[in-house]
């Protein structure tokens, strides 16, 4: 049985589908979701994968902490095909309109958006990504037709390297993305200052 919370909004705007962070639920990003794009419907999941009582979209492959060389990408290969097929269904059951779908994710469900995103498994027509990385490098990039992503990053983010976040901005601009980027000074964590910065950018979006 999935997860999730569906929240009814006007069906003129684009419905926002939300993505939880290492140990979140689907109720985590609900009250930060209404903030940055009230009256939007919601469509928020949570994620199959409990480690050691924590929810994630993903495995990690051991103790390793939240390394590229740690994340197990055959479940992340299985999680996130799972989820595009939930996400679909759900979408086709609450009357969602997919192609205008906006993606909310923090850490580990920015990292999951992301990497659907530029795999090519879900055509998210926007993404808010907070504190997202690069889970695993892309040969060639894939065209996204000048979607626009907004990141929020900080130099002191103990999870997520400078040169990560290097790279997955690189992955975005190659793939034609237009990105915004949002720089805290508060490590990982998830801040006022970021959620006002990104319900700004949503609002002056195309």
């Known amino acids: 049985m999935t997860n999730y919370v569906f929240k009814a909004g006007r069906k003129d705007l684009a419905p926002l589908m939300l993505l939880h962070s290492t140990g979140g639920d689907e109720h985590q ?25 924590s929810n994630r979209y993903f495995k990690l492959r051991g103790l390793g902490g ?11 290969d299985e999680e996130t095909n799972w989820l595009t097929s ?3 269904s759900l979408a086709q059951k609450h009357d969602l309109d997919v192609q205008k779908m906006i993606a909310l994710g923090y850490s580990n469900g920015a990292n999951v958006a992301l990497n659907m995103f530029l795999k090519g498994k879900f055509n998210f027509d926007k993404i808010i990504a907070f504190h ?9 990039a894939i065209q996204l037709d000048k979607k626009q992503v907004f ?17 997955l901005k690189g992955d975005l601009e190659d793939s034609g993305c237009q ?13 006022q200052e970021e959620v006002v910065a990104a319900k700004k950018w949503l609002a002056e979006a195309d």
Do not use: C, W
């Not at 939240?66 to 992340?76: A, V």
């Not at 997202?132 to 060639?140: A, P, R, T, Y």
């Not at 103990?158 to 790279?167: K, L, Q, T």
């Open 132 to 140: 997202g990385m690069q889970l695993e490098e892309f040969e060639e």
């Open 86 to 88: 939930e996400v679909q």
């Open 179 to 191: 990105i915004e980027i949002f720089e805290s000074s508060l490590g990982h964590q998830l801040t």
């Open 29 to 53: 990003l609900l009250e930060i979701a209404e903030m940055i794009a009230p009256h939007h419907p919601i469509l928020s999941i949570r994620g199959r994968v409990n480690e050691q009582g």
């Open 151 to 167: 990141l929020t990053y900080a130099a002191n983010d103990r999870i997520v390297p400078r040169e990560n976040f290097g790279d």
């Open 66 to 76: 939240f390394t590229k060389e740690n994340f197990d990408l055959d479940s992340l």
